[in-house]
């Protein structure tokens, strides 16, 4: 049956209530819950629907924008990410439809374009989230419509009148989501507790980001985590011997492969991924609706993801493996052995350890793409401005473990705290699947 909106709401789908819980009960940790990819999905399918190039050279602009000129930090700009490609997706399917829409979007009458819709709706939005950009967003706007075909130009009009509804939805939908909010962090100091880390020995980096409205989930606390080994277990003494050991800057039981990987995965992986999913559109030659709802999926569970990892991160406030190595006389666990010099490969990020929000993301977008095209399928290309290399994924496991293992092995993170991450983003990532972006014949009561 098919569900019933009003004009502006968000599609919810609560008869899926159950299939979403049961999708996050059987998320494990070495991979995500696998969805058959549809038919339309493959490489090769047959294509009706526009170029996908405006979606793809948008979410170009789009790291420009947001990472570039903006320099929003990297947990926060994947929500603006969300935002935008959200606008983009409901701009795409109110033209061609397929798929339900993440606000509902009135349909253009008569011809339109979608290429100019998709556009469109990322300029009007990154134009109004970051406004200092607005002059060069609106050149690149007026470049891409001049290369949209239309008949007399009232495709290419009704394309963007599209656009500009779909990005009038979203903004307004964000307005008062907490972005910003005056939250701090100020943890009693103890054994296991998070404290500023050399060398900016920061304030924790935008904690409102865990109690910001999420895009998706229902609240940022939704997805609960089992903590941190407690400090005197077998378990944390464990993990503290693997970080001690191979993520400390002058490691000697770090293989040369091991530094490589740990290195390739201290760049920003927000841009990393973002060119990577480009490179997954590119290469399966998606058309605009796949695309658009490839993105959209992706980057919104990547966004509740970081959310809920945010929040989990502001109330547990665990320590980083440096203060837990140099203070270990203080953890009551006979099985470590401090040592007051021990430094990790890189700097520690200006927030508490557990868990690690590179595990939540990384798990969240290795869902997005199984789901989509196989866990054993997704062809995904990750490059690494830290190393100059890239590095190419075929299934969504090898993945997952190659970037887990690398942030253990920078000195930056507990196993555990990478192990749970992980979890927490499949289970945001399949409540997502299960709640939005569905078929339109698969619309439920």
Request: proline content about 7%.
């Amino acid at each position: 049956m098919k569900h019933n909106m009003v004009d502006g709401a968000r599609p919810r789908h609560r008869a899926n209530a159950l299939l979403g819980v049961a999708l996050v009960a059987t998320a494990g940790l070495a991979g995500p819950v696998v969805s058959a990819a549809p038919a339309h999905a493959a490489a090769g399918a047959s294509r009706t629907a526009g170029d996908a190039s405006a979606v793809t050279e948008w979410n170009g602009i789009a790291v420009r924008t947001i990472v570039t000129e903006a320099q929003v930090p990297p947990p926060a700009s994947q929500l603006y990410f969300g935002i935008v490609s959200a606008a983009v997706y409901d701009a795409v399917v109110a033209v061609e439809g397929r798929y339900e829409p993440y606000i509902s979007q009135p349909r253009p009458h008569g011809r339109a374009s979608s290429e100019a819709a998709a556009a469109t709706a990322a300029y009007e939005v990154l134009s109004s989230l970051f406004p200092a950009s607005a002059e060069q967003l609106a050149v690149d706007h007026a470049a891409s419509l001049a290369r949209i075909s239309g008949d007399a130009g009232r495709g290419t009009a009704r394309g963007v009148r599209a656009g500009e509804r779909a990005a009038a939805a979203i903004v307004q939908d964000r307005e008062g989501d907490g972005r910003d909010a005056d939250i701090g962090l100020e943890p009693t100091p103890g054994p296991g507790v998070w404290e500023p880390t050399p060398p900016g020995s920061g304030a924790m980096a935008v904690p409102w980001l865990g109690f910001v409205r999420p895009l998706m989930l229902d609240a940022p606390d939704q997805v609960p985590l089992p903590g941190p080994d407690a400090l005197d277990s077998t378990a944390y003494a464990q993990d503290f011997a693997e970080v001690k050991e191979l993520g400390s800057v002058d490691s000697t039981a770090r293989t040369p492969a091991q530094t490589e990987t740990a290195r390739f995965w201290s760049d920003n992986p927000i841009r990393q991924y973002q060119d990577g999913l480009r490179g997954v559109s590119d290469r399966r030659e998606l058309d605009i609706v796949e695309s658009a709802r490839m993105f959209a999926l992706v980057n919104t569970t990547g966004a509740d993801a970081l959310v809920a990892c945010w929040r989990v991160k502001h109330d547990h406030a665990y320590w980083r493996p440096s203060t837990a190595i140099q203070r270990a006389e203080e953890d009551g666990n006979p099985a470590t052995k401090a040592d007051p010099s021990w430094t990790p490969l890189i700097a520690n990020p200006a927030y508490p350890e557990y868990p690690s929000g590179h595990a939540c993301l990384s798990a969240a977008v290795a869902s997005g793409l199984a789901h989509l095209f196989g866990s054993d399928s997704i062809d995904f290309e990750v490059g690494s401005n830290v190393t100059g290399t890239t590095r190419d994924f075929a299934t969504a496991g090898a993945f997952e473990q190659d970037a887990m293992d690398g942030r253990v092995w920078l000195g930056i993170h507990f196993r555990r705290a990478m192990l749970d991450g992980n979890q927490l983003g499949h289970e945001v990532s399949d409540w997502g699947i299960a709640h939005y972006f569905q078929p339109v014949d698969d619309h439920c009561s």
